[in-house]
């Protein structure tokens, strides 16, 4: 059974940084896009960044491009996100997803095009 597990999330004021882990049991699948989401207070869930496992190839939104990084140690089956310069408009709760399902009408972005979610963990961003 596929489970995934975030941690890292914190209150940091703007400018700062953090970094997201999220521990994937059994293993990282070699063949999936892994992706952060986040949510926002009374916002709906919005795609961050992907890795697809594959090749390595990365996805990222607009709003974070250049800020934030995806990467992943299959050895500690274990995904990441750095989050540099961070922005009020960055907090949120942040969810690790995996299990993409392939197939038209599926994009990195779309929260409906994942089967598996973490339980999120929690970023506060102040001024």
């Known amino acids: 059974q596929v489970q995934l597990v975030e941690s890292g999330g914190g209150s940091v004021q703007a400018g700062g940084s953090l970094t997201l882990s999220c521990a994937a049991s059994?293993?990282?699948?070699?063949?999936?896009?892994y992706a952060w989401f986040r949510q926002g207070p009374g916002q709906e869930r919005e795609g961050v960044a992907a890795?697809?496992?594959?090749?390595?190839?990365?996805k990222y939104a607009d709003s974070v491009t250049g800020r934030f990084t995806i990467s992943r140690d299959n050895a500690k089956s274990t995904l990441y996100l750095q989050m540099t310069t961070l922005k009020t408009e960055d907090t949120g709760t942040y969810y690790c997803?995996?299990?993409?399902?392939w197939g038209s009408g599926n994009f990195w972005y779309r929260p409906a095009s994942y089967n598996y979610w973490g339980q999120g963990t929690r970023v506060i961003v102040s001024s």
């Open positions: 890795l697809y496992t594959n090749n390595g190839g990365t």
């Open positions: 997803a995996s299990g993409f399902q």
């Open positions: 059994p293993y990282i699948d070699n063949h999936d896009y």
